[in-house]
């Protein structure tokens, strides 16, 4: 348990210092693709936080329900939608921030009165099918898959294009291009958490993936930002 505590404790101190460089940057330009993703990083800190209190004093429904929600369904749908930003412009993704805004106010109506099927174990994280119904496992499944989907697609398109061309030109493309691939790792490690659960077992494993995971995805972030500010085009990933 004191593993899985300081792996929690760990993973939402990262996340909490990605949230605030992002909201720094979108407070400085105005950007909405770095608000995406301060919100997205915010939900981290918060399932993050409910795993550290999950793994330090027990669990119980409202913890279970807290993570599940924000570290289970909304946060890569909100990391996903920064990529649309940035990739699609502000029209775009003005739209599809519309729909993920109900879409998420539709997940947490369900999940605040889902009925839970069994008693949350104190001990020990439950898998979602322990203790819920379909609906809530269906949410957890789309919005992970499709999210993570968008992000990983959107960084190795960008990080294509930087090395296949714009990137030899340009200057900082060969870092831009480091941060993609970055990106796309991270998203890779957070998309993992099935395979180290059933490896490592169930807490301990969401504990590494989501440790790693946010943490590459911030070395990403920190890639792109050089000891001489660049103020770049935006339209690729990891590029701000």
């Known amino acids: 348990m004191r593993t899985q505590s300081a792996l929690a404790a760990a993973a939402g101190l990262v996340a909490l210092a990605f949230a605030l460089s992002t909201l720094e940057r979108w407070l400085d330009r105005r950007r909405r693709h770095e608000l995406a993703w301060t919100v997205a990083l915010a939900m981290f800190t918060l399932g993050a936080g409910a795993l550290w209190l999950g793994a330090s004093n027990g669990w119980n429904p409202a913890t279970f329900r807290i993570f599940y929600l924000f570290g289970a369904i909304l946060n890569v ?21 519309a729909g993920v805004a109900l879409a998420g106010a539709f997940a947490a109506g369900v999940l605040a009165v889902a009925p839970m099927r069994a008693e949350v174990p104190a001990h020990r994280l439950p898998q979602g099918s322990e203790v819920f119904g379909p609906l809530p496992r269906i949410l957890a499944a789309v919005a992970s898959a499709g999210g993570a989907l968008v992000v990983l697609g959107g960084a190795v398109w960008s990080a294509w294009r930087l090395r296949a061309g714009a990137g030899r030109t340009r200057p900082g493309g060969g870092r831009l291009a480091l941060a993609n691939g970055l990106i796309a790792l991270g998203t890779l490690v957070l998309g993992a958490s099935g395979l180290l659960n059933s490896v490592l077992g169930e807490m301990e494993g969401f504990a590494v993936t989501l440790t790693a995971g946010i943490t590459i995805l911030f070395l990403g972030f920190l890639v792109t930002n050089p000891r001489r500010e660049h103020v770049a085009r935006p339209g690729k990933v990891g590029d701000t």
Do not use: S
């Open 77 to 97: 749908p909100f990391l996903a939608l920064g990529t649309v930003y940035l990739l699609g412009g502000p029209r775009r993704g003005d739209r599809w921030a």
